[in-house]
């Protein structure tokens, strides 16, 4: 069955920038046989949109339009209310302060639809959202009886603050993705948002206005993203009422993007808990984990081996939510136990900031608790913790890497999905991680999983493990096996497809308004299935027919 998907974006494909860019790639070009609209919104200031349409090596034929547009562009029409039209704003923005500013109010979702409308028939929003009436209002809100504590003393610099940051998250409210025929979101089978933030905003619209079925996927939940991006904020008194207004306008929007769609799905169990907790129905929830390409761990997981007993290794993004504090005290334990025992520590990169000051940090303590050894690589068979990075020239591949660990480690509390963890399991190592985020959901079974921050239980795991080659052998094969059946691009790619059938199977079916009755409405049945077909299906039949009418007319023959 095709489909035609709108595909909504947010700073990922096509711009192809982290993991979520590079699995909406391997989303579009696994579905060959569907089309994909892509509505992407680049949160890069300073960026130019365009730039997203070249995406990774190109859009493939099946995506065959790419509209971006980017919250920071200036997003003024030029237009500007009249008096009926101010009194209009005035309700729908008025109950969408209310909703921000009162836990316990309910009129987000009409102001949010409110604007919505207003914007389709005069548009002028983006002004208006800027104006002082604007302000006024948030100004009332915030005073209410019924207002947040930590908003009641927003200054006026709050309201601007706050006024400019809700006016880009709004700016899809304005866009003209919606009509123009074949050319807007009224045209798509069902719109797929990757995240519950901002870029869903053009799924509610299209489902409010053309009743187009919506699908959320979220890898990592744009509400708790929200959350950790603020929590290094400066905490004085100037910046808490406008922290604490941006968190409540996500939230509600969140709420209302998981109350509209169809179909909710995370990428680990750990993302779901958060869906839930932050207002989407549990039987609307589906847990599809994101595919890895495996291919270049292949050779190392057909191994029949558990590594070498006296290595281990750990691969990740060194910052401090790693914990490597932890993994050397650990390691310093297992030392006791296994003097020829070795660490390495690979980077695939190194957080601005405060990563360099945690690699310095994690430098100076392994120096401190191994004054022994003579500071030197792993190779030369020195300091018995290395450092290495896996992203420089002549750094030491992924593969090779895993394939010298006896057992890899991962002791951090990062949230999200634990790729690191995941490549360890196609290569075929037992691993000992740490119960945070999405670990024991994508564990299983198949590896040892102790308490967050404990040094003591992390080398009792350890020891473990290095003394039963068997046991690391067992545990191995099953951790290849779970990644093979779970983590490929391939069950992805096929999981989506049975969810755009199911999404489409479970909604109602939406006339076509280009075929209507004398009295103006739409006539059931008048337009066949057969007469929506991929455009590029439609252009290699012509060229088909063309071909086949060139080669009669060569054999002198009409068939």
């Avoid at 790639?25 to 509505?39: K, N």
């Avoid at 509209?260 to 799905?265: E, G, H, I, K, S």
């Avoid at 199977?505 to 009295?519: D, E, K, L, N, Q």
Wanted: with cysteine; proline share 6%; aromatic share 6%.
């Amino acid at each position: 069955m095709f489909v035609r998907i709108g595909l909504l974006t947010y700073g990922g494909y096509p711009y192809a920038t982290g993991e979520c860019g590079l699995w909406c790639d391997r989303l579009v070009r696994g579905l060959a046989d569907h089309e994909f609209d892509v509505y992407a919104l680049d949160d890069t200031p300073g960026r130019d949109p365009r730039r997203g349409q070249r995406g990774l090596d190109g859009p493939p034929p099946q995506a065959r339009r790419v509209r971006t547009a980017s919250p920071w562009a200036p997003a003024d029409d030029g237009r500007r209310y009249g008096r009926r039209d101010r009194r209009r704003f005035a309700g729908h923005f008025g109950q969408l302060a209310l909703g921000v500013c009162d836990e316990r109010a309910d009129s987000f979702s009409a102001g949010l639809h409110g604007l919505a409308e207003l914007a389709a028939d005069r548009g002028g929003l983006c002004a208006a959202l800027r104006s002082e009436t604007a302000l006024r209002i948030l100004e009332a809100a915030c005073r209410a009886p019924g207002a947040r504590r930590s908003v009641r003393d927003a200054s006026v610099s709050d309201l601007v603050a706050f006024a400019d940051a809700l006016e880009r998250a709004l700016r899809p409210l304005s866009l003209d993705w919606y009509g123009g025929g074949d050319a807007g979101l009224s045209a798509v089978d069902l719109c797929h948002a990757t995240t519950a933030g901002p870029a869903a905003l053009p799924g509610l619209l299209a489902k409010r206005f053309f009743g187009v079925p919506l699908l959320v996927s979220e890898h990592d939940v744009h509400l708790r993203t929200h959350y950790l991006a603020n929590d290094g904020a400066r905490e004085d008194a100037a910046r808490t009422p406008v922290r604490a207004l941006l968190a409540a306008f996500h939230g509600r929007l969140a709420a209302e993007v998981y109350r509209a769609a169809q179909l909710v799905t995370s990428g680990d169990a750990h993302a779901r808990r958060w869906q839930e907790r932050s207002g989407a129905d549990r039987a609307k929830l589906r847990t599809i984990h994101p595919g890895m390409a495996a291919d270049r761990f292949a050779g190392v997981g057909e191994r029949d081996d558990a590594g070498d007993p006296d290595t281990l290794v750990w691969v990740g993004a060194i910052g401090p939510d790693q914990d490597l504090v932890s993994l050397l005290h650990a390691f310093a334990r297992v030392r006791e136990q296994r003097p020829a025992a070795r660490l390495r520590l690979v980077a695939t990169e190194v957080a601005a900031g405060a990563g360099a000051a945690c690699l310095a940090h994690c430098r100076a303590l392994a120096a401190r608790l191994f004054p022994d050894r003579a500071q030197g690589a792993y190779e030369t068979g020195g300091n018995p913790v290395s450092f290495e990075d896996a992203g420089g020239p002549g750094a030491p591949g992924l593969p090779g890497v895993y394939a010298s660990a006896g057992v890899v480690v991962l002791p951090g509390s990062a949230e999200g999905f634990p790729v690191s963890l995941a490549e360890a399991m196609f290569c075929g190592r037992a691993t000992v991680s740490t119960e945070a985020g999405a670990v024991v959901g994508v564990v299983g079974g198949t590896g040892l999983v102790v308490p967050p921050r404990n040094p003591e239980a992390l080398a009792h795991a350890i020891l473990g493990l290095l003394a039963d080659n068997g046991r690391r052998r067992r545990l191995g094969a099953a951790a290849r096996s779970r990644a093979l059946e779970l983590f490929t691009p391939e069950q992805n790619v096929a999981a989506f497809r049975e969810v755009y059938l199911d999404v489409l199977s479970h909604s109602p079916g939406r006339p076509t308004a280009a075929v209507v009755g004398a009295g103006g409405a739409p006539l059931p049945f008048a337009a066949a299935a057969e007469a929506h077909v991929p455009v590029r299906w439609a252009e290699e039949a012509g060229r088909c027919v063309v071909g086949a009418g060139a080669a009669a007319g060569a054999g002198g023959r009409d068939v």
